[in-house]
């Protein structure tokens, strides 16, 4: 089982602040995610890597950035808040292809 | 059609039954296939993952998968009021997982 941390876990910040979503994993995984999920909705895809230096676009469009400049973390930007980008934000790892994703606890933001 | 498709449910079953959940996908060159389960508020967690045709069991779970009809299934026997939950079905394909929308849960005492 991976280890991945995220900080904060719930956030209330207001319209217009630069928020970043830390996110660490500790097992040496080389590919990372970030998905959004709405309550009761499915999970999308915003950023994933698969390597340092290494930052792709997911399905979903979002207006965050992230960047992987060591291994284990991936943390993911938000220049300028908005009431939309309330959701939980969860950071995700894998090792390989084709093998489990493990996810984090996930971080509740809230933009009011 | 989307990648993965699940019935959304609700699927209700009394305690001690087994729920069959499903999940069906397009895309035939997929490769690995996961359930994961969700409890409310919480982040998506693993159960079990098949790779081969046939049957997988783990304890009260047992995974199904029949590439030739491109579709995987997960078993809970003898449900609980614990297995209550949303369940996920991901599977990997080029570089990518896709998980469906899931199938929500609810076993009644």
């Known amino acids: 089982e991976a280890d991945i941390y995220q900080t904060p876990r719930y956030l209330v910040i207001g319209t217009g602040k630069k928020i970043t979503l830390e996110c660490s994993q500790t097992?040496?995984?080389?590919?990372m995610y970030w998905y959004q999920q709405d309550p009761g909705m499915e999970l999308h895809l915003i950023h994933y890597s698969y390597g340092v230096n290494s930052t792709e676009k997911g399905d979903l469009s979002s207006e965050s950035t992230v960047s992987r400049i060591r291994t284990e973390h991936f943390p993911l930007t938000l220049e300028s808040a908005r009431p939309s980008h309330t959701s939980q934000y969860l950071c995700?790892?894998?090792?390989?292809?084709?093998?489990?994703?493990?996810f984090g606890e996930g971080s509740w933001l809230t933009v009011v | 059609q989307k990648e993965v498709e699940q019935n959304s449910g609700p699927l209700s079953v009394p305690e001690g039954a087994i729920a069959s959940l499903n999940c069906t996908y397009s895309d035939r060159g997929s490769q690995s296939f996961f359930w994961y389960r969700q409890y409310s508020g919480k982040s998506p967690e693993l159960i079990m993952f098949i790779y081969s045709n046939g049957d997988k069991e783990d304890g009260r779970f047992t995974a199904q998968l029949n590439k030739a009809s491109q579709y995987v299934s997960l078993l809970i026997r003898d449900s609980q009021p614990s297995d209550s939950a949303t369940y996920l079905c991901?599977?990997?394909?080029?570089?990518?997982?896709?998980f469906g929308a899931g199938t929500r849960l609810t076993v009644k005492p």
């Open positions: 991901a599977l990997y394909n080029n570089n990518d997982m896709r």
């Open positions: 995700a790892s894998s090792v390989g292809d084709g093998n489990t994703i493990y």
């Open positions: 097992m040496g995984h080389d590919k």
